[in-house]
């Protein structure tokens, strides 16, 4: 019996070493996968030891999976991910709209991660190293835009186990929603507020979410999936009457402007349904406008409009 014992701890310790050192061997053979984005197709290092990422969503997802980038923009980092703001290994290399090239290449990175904002970029990024390029926003099916971008990486990283148990719980806490929405008439509003300035968002376009996965119904169909959103008038609200406003106050962190409640909920607003019932509610615009399709954000945008169900 203990030779049988024997010979299977043997057998396990050397089918365990022999995993381990695959791993090991597969960061360092040049074996690399094939990643489809919209901006094209791109052969992908396996494990990846040198990563730039420039969007902050992307950020979110390398944090859940424990890998660390070489650079990053430093400037208008959310609060959640502060922490890599200040870790001084990690190299600044511009901003989420405008990147030093010079930089990036310094850091010979065998990965770049862009965002939306860098698109026009890629070309140029794409001379320096392969760039991955994982959207999620501007559509109407923002969960199978979501479970790519969480594979993409997955396969990428290595990480399938991890990212299956991320996208498990955030869809039984979307079916939660869903279960709410479902019963309920109100119609909702969603805003972009700007130094007095209001533009409209609806379905399919970078904050339709609400819509289109939460099952909020839409006080105002046919809004469009214009990236900058519709400018409207407090007029048009008042006019549309919803019964619930989303506000997501873009110059609080481009601007770093105190909100002015007053001058978003003024007369006309505040004869709405929405501000009758209390029920104009400030989204957290470090979420919703400067991430929005990480791991992280996605969850804080579930607990932002649960508590306004």
């Known amino acids: ?40 197709t791109v052969e992908v290092p396996v494990n990846p030891q040198r990563v730039v990422v420039l969007d902050f969503s992307a950020l979110e997802n390398l944090d859940y999976i424990g890998v660390k980038p070489v650079g990053m923009p430093k400037q208008g980092v959310p609060s959640h991910l ?10 600044d290399v511009g901003t989420v709209v405008e990147v030093n090239l010079e930089k990036i290449n310094e850091l010979q990175p065998d990965l770049i991660i862009i965002g939306g904002r860098l698109a026009e970029s890629y070309d ?29 990486l997955a396969l990428v990283f290595d990480k399938q186990a991890e990212m299956d148990d991320a996208l498990a719980k ?50 105002e169909p046919g809004m469009g999936a214009h990236l900058h959103g519709n400018p409207v008038s407090s007029e ?12 997501v106050d873009r110059s609080q962190v481009v601007g770093n402007d105190v909100i002015d409640k007053d001058e978003i ?22 979420v919703w ?14 607990d932002e409009i649960e508590q306004s169900l």
């Open 265 to 286: 909920e003024n007369k006309l607003v505040k004869q709405t349904n929405a501000a009758i019932n209390h029920r104009i509610f400030y989204l957290n615009p470090e």
């Open 289 to 302: 406008y400067l991430a929005g399709g990480g791991v992280m954000s996605v969850n804080m945008m579930i």
């Open 170 to 219: 955030i869809q039984t806490r979307v079916e939660d929603i869903q279960a709410k929405t479902a019963n309920s008439d109100d119609r909702a509003l969603i805003l972009l507020h700007n130094r007095g300035r209001f533009s409209a968002y609806g379905s399919g376009s970078r904050f339709g979410i609400i819509h289109d996965l939460f099952g909020v119904k839409e006080a």
């Open 1 to 40: 019996m203990r030779i049988k014992l024997t010979i299977l701890a043997l057998s396990i310790a050397a089918l365990v070493a022999s995993c381990t050192g695959g791993q090991q061997q597969k960061q360092h053979t040049g074996e690399t996968v094939s990643i489809t984005h919209t901006l094209g």
């Open 124 to 152: 140029d990024l794409s001379a320096i190293a392969p760039v991955m390029y994982p959207m999620v926003l501007n559509t109407t099916n923002f969960m199978g835009a979501f479970e790519k971008v969480l594979n993409d």
């Open 82 to 91: 502060s922490k890599y703001k200040n870790d001084a290994s990690i190299a």
């Open 236 to 247: 048009f609200i008042q006019k549309v009457d919803p019964d619930i406003i989303y506000i």
